[in-house]
């Protein structure tokens, strides 16, 4: 079993930054993926950004590839989503999840492919 925990959600003026965190524990061996997906009101949750553990790769949904970089630290079992120049469109709930499943390329925006889900966190981005 592996438990996600994300955090640094808040408030923000649109410009201005934040910077996700979710941190990961249990079975965290068996992680070979974790992303980052929205949900805002009304809409359905959407891919935004996903990393292979291995660092190998890195995935962007178009809409925040240049202003949103996606890390990790896999010695603290934590993944970072550091999100610039934020826009009101961002405001969502934003979650992480992972993946211990076998990963096939070209699958990391599926919602399928992930089998844990954190809690989420809240971003809202003022105009």
């Known amino acids: 079993q592996v438990q996600l925990v994300e955090s640094g959600g808040g408030l923000v003026q649109a410009g201005g930054s934040l910077r996700l965190s979710c941190v990961a524990s249990?079975?965290?061996?068996?992680?070979?993926?974790v992303g980052w997906f929205r949900q805002a009101p009304g809409k359905e949750r959407e891919f935004v950004t996903a990393i292979r553990w291995s660092g190998s790769a890195t995935y962007y949904t178009e809409s925040v590839r240049g202003r949103s970089a996606i890390s990790r630290d896999s010695a603290k079992n934590t993944v970072y989503l550091q999100m610039n120049s934020l826009k009101p469109e961002d405001t969502a709930v934003y979650s992480c999840?992972?993946?211990?499943?076998?990963?096939?390329?070209?699958?990391?925006?599926?919602?399928?492919?992930?089998?844990?889900w954190g809690q989420g966190t809240q971003v809202t981005v003022s105009s």
């Open positions: 999840a992972a993946s211990t499943l076998p990963y096939y390329a070209g699958t990391y925006s599926r919602e399928t492919t992930y089998n844990y």
């Open positions: 249990g079975g965290t061996y068996g992680m070979n993926i």
